[in-house]
């Protein structure tokens, strides 16, 4: 896990050098979606876990797992979030939760 989260910041970094506009809107959407507003951080947060989780996005579930800790969402909520995500995405999904638990401790050996 730390070494995929390693390449995409990389493929980002280069990105915004070669596409600079684009991400930079694209920032700016994510900056606006993830304001605290009828639904706050954290639970913005397991929610997108749980998507990256039935999407079997392995980059997303790196991101929003280190986001939602620091949002102030627990280990267990996180876990119940993917578990949750594995109900819309099935079997796939499902297989995708040994990636949720890396990134866990993958965060939690940094703090």
């Not at 390449?7 to 700016?28: D, R």
């Not at 954290?42 to 280190?66: F, M, N, P, Q, W």
């Amino acid at each position: 896990m730390k070494e995929l989260m390693g390449k995409f910041k990389k493929a980002m970094a280069e990105l915004s050098v070669k596409n600079p506009e684009e991400m930079k809107k694209f920032g700016e959407f994510v900056d606006t979606v993830m304001k605290n507003g009828k639904l706050d951080l954290k639970t913005k947060e397991l929610i997108c876990v749980g998507i990256a989780v039935a999407l079997r996005c392995s980059y997303c579930i790196g991101i929003h797992t280190k986001n939602a800790f620091k949002a102030g969402a627990t280990e267990d909520e996180i876990v119940e979030a993917g578990i949750v995500a594995v109900l819309m995405g099935g079997g796939p999904a499902y297989a995708y939760l040994t990636e949720l638990i890396e990134a866990i401790e993958m965060v939690k050996e940094k703090t």
